[in-house]
């Protein structure tokens, strides 16, 4: 079966960096749009980014475009978020996703992920 395995995150100081990672088993990786979403205590889940087949296609979430980056290594069925000058209010559980709807069209809703890791806890202190 697909699984989705989140690593990399943290605790980590205001304006420090990490990276997330996330490595798919059980699927053609190099088919799926992957995507990076994230949820704080209270919150609703909410989009970071998301990556097309070959990583042409990338779209980022305004409240953190310009500090994170997404991008993926299809040889090693893995995906990435590199988050530079974090802030506290990046403290969430990052989820990494894939999009199983069989298109090259990311998105930022949600729904049409069906696969969804464990998540991976982000802590940011000021």
């Known amino acids: 079966q697909v699984q989705l395995v989140e690593s990399g995150g943290g605790l980590v100081q205001a304006g420090g960096s990490l990276r997330l990672s996330c490595a798919a088993s059980g699927l053609t990786f190099s088919r799926y749009v992957m995507g990076w979403f994230r949820q704080a205590p209270g919150k609703e889940r909410e989009f970071v980014a998301t990556?097309?087949?070959?990583?042409?296609?990338?779209l980022i979430a305004d409240s953190v475009k310009g500090r994170f980056t997404i991008s993926r290594d299809n040889a090693k069925n893995t995906v990435y978020l590199q988050m530079n000058s974090l802030k506290p209010e990046d403290t969430a559980v990052y989820y990494c996703?894939?999009?199983?709807?069989?298109?090259?069209?990311?998105?930022?809703?949600?729904?049409?992920?069906?696969?969804w890791g464990q998540g991976t806890q982000v802590t940011v202190s000021s």
């Open positions: 996703a894939a999009d199983g709807r069989g298109t090259n069209f990311p998105s930022r809703g949600s729904m049409g992920y069906g696969y």
């Open positions: 990556i097309s087949w070959r990583g042409g296609t990338k």
